[in-house]
């Protein structure tokens, strides 16, 4: 049982400047984890004592070890990642499985308040208090969302609110009835809330203050729909099953950059080809490192998300170091006529038309033995949907290199959902 989350010591950050360099107490954490990994003789283990590595005692050294993929983890099904005996073994999370075998994730005792003492932390840099209500919609069960929002909740002394995913009637009626302060929410569901609030004319009667949202990029122009329809403050949680799960970083009341918590995990940011380190302040992929982790410690974990360092310090005063807006994963690129496109960047130029809503879709399809983009876009009747379309398709042609086919729906025909919105849909292998 953990103390009291007022009582529990204020560790700083770790990892203060430079990524590139690791500092010596995180290198004698690491050092630890690879040893107790070739002793516990796990699937990762192993594979560590084929390459010949017994720890590291040097920064050259931690930047020899070898990446490690989802890919990787999926083979230890099931559960050859743990590296405790079984009896330590307190509970288990699974990524989703949407392609081929799910990944499970073993957590002791010590992983599972771990887990909760970064997630308060996050609840507190978002100016969460013991006086809030905070309704939580993520779901609960294998997967790392719902369970995560209410333990570091519980953690804090808010009061949770456990509601799980959909339901809305039901969401809006203990959101108005409990005066809940804080929503926890996909930014999709959070988005569907807020319109379904404004639809019915009942923001006077809602207490919400700040809304934090996990698990999905949210590009600018939903969070500010969102904050329009709702006032208020917006958090991104960071944060995946492999590592825990959200709850590993939060952006602090001074702007978008996450605070990544360096005493639970090692951050880098590499070149997603090369696997070369990249300098603060450059785009690339985010790779972790777990610290103290004990169920299935993880060593350069590639993450395919995309972002940088923000370099410097934050005007908040933590030395936790920042990362960027998640701008999307680098297994999501689309290569379309030779031009590595992502869906960040005609999510960035379809932002820049206030007259279309946030929503749309993009559609891959192979049509007379050529690739086409299909983007789908919402607006209401009250623009030239011919001007428009020709208008979005010539500011995509100028800042990407390619004409894309431009459809206009009527506001509100694309799907908004509860989970993930999915918004690219590649047809040209299917
Ligand atoms: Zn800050």
Not at 114 to 135: H, K, L
Not at 315 to 336: E, F, L, N, Q, V
Request: proline content about 5%; some cysteine; overall charge negative.
């Amino acid at each position: 049982m953990l103390e009291r989350w007022d009582k529990l010591p204020r560790p700083i950050g770790l990892q203060k400047g430079c990524s590139m360099q690791i500092s010596d107490i995180q290198l004698e954490q690491v050092d630890k984890q690879i040893k107790r990994l070739i002793e516990a003789d796990n699937f990762y283990g192993r594979r560590l004592k084929e390459a010949g590595i017994e720890g590291v005692s040097s920064v050259d050294e931690f930047l020899a070890l070898p990446f490690s993929e989802k890919q990787d983890l999926r083979e230890a099904y099931p559960l050859g990642l743990s590296a405790v005996s079984e009896r330590d073994i307190v509970r288990i999370h699974s990524s989703s499985g949407t392609t081929g075998t799910p990944v499970i994730v073993p957590y002791t005792q010590k992983d599972v308040d771990d887990w909760a003492i970064q997630f308060a932390r996050c609840y507190e840099y978002a100016g969460v208090t013991p006086e809030d209500r905070v309704q939580i919609t993520p779901g609960y069960g294998l997967w790392t969302a719902g369970i995560g929002f209410q333990a570091g909740c519980e953690l804090l002394g808010a009061m949770a609110i456990p509601m799980g995913p959909g339901n809305t009637e039901k969401q809006l009626q203990f959101m108005v009835d409990m005066q809940s302060t804080v929503l926890t929410a996909t930014a999709s569901y959070a988005l569907l809330l807020a319109e379904e609030i404004e639809r019915r004319g009942i923001k006077d009667k809602i207490k919400l203050k700040k809304l934090i949202t996990g698990s999905e990029r949210s590009g600018e122009k939903i969070r500010k729909r969102i904050i329009d329809a709702l006032g208020v403050e917006y958090y991104d949680i960071y944060g995946l099953t492999e590592v825990y799960g959200p709850g590993i970083g939060i952006n602090c009341a001074h702007g978008h950059g996450m605070h990544v918590w360096n005493d639970f995990v090692y951050l880098e940011i590499i070149d997603p080809e090369t696997g070369e380190v990249l300098p603060d302040g450059e785009w690339g992929e985010i790779v972790l490192t777990t610290l103290v982790k004990e169920g299935a410690p993880l060593i350069r974990f590639r993450t395919h998300d995309l972002s940088r360092i923000i370099p410097g310090d934050c005007a908040c005063g933590s030395t936790h170091p920042r990362i960027d807006t998640i701008t999307g994963r680098s297994d999501d690129m689309m290569k379309i006529h030779g031009v590595n496109v992502f869906p960040a960047q005609i999510e960035e130029i379809l932002a820049t038309f206030p007259e279309l809503s946030s929503e749309y879709q993009i559609r891959l399809s192979h049509l007379d033995g050529r690739d086409t983009m299909r983007i789908y876009v919402e607006t209401n009747g009250s623009v030239d949907w011919e001007d428009l379309r020709g208008r979005v398709a010539r500011r995509v042609k100028h800042r990407i290199g390619f004409t894309p086919l431009v459809k206009i729906v009527e506001l509100g025909v694309l799907p908004r959902s509860e989970k993930k919105t999915k918004r690219v849909f590649d047809e040209r292998y299917d």
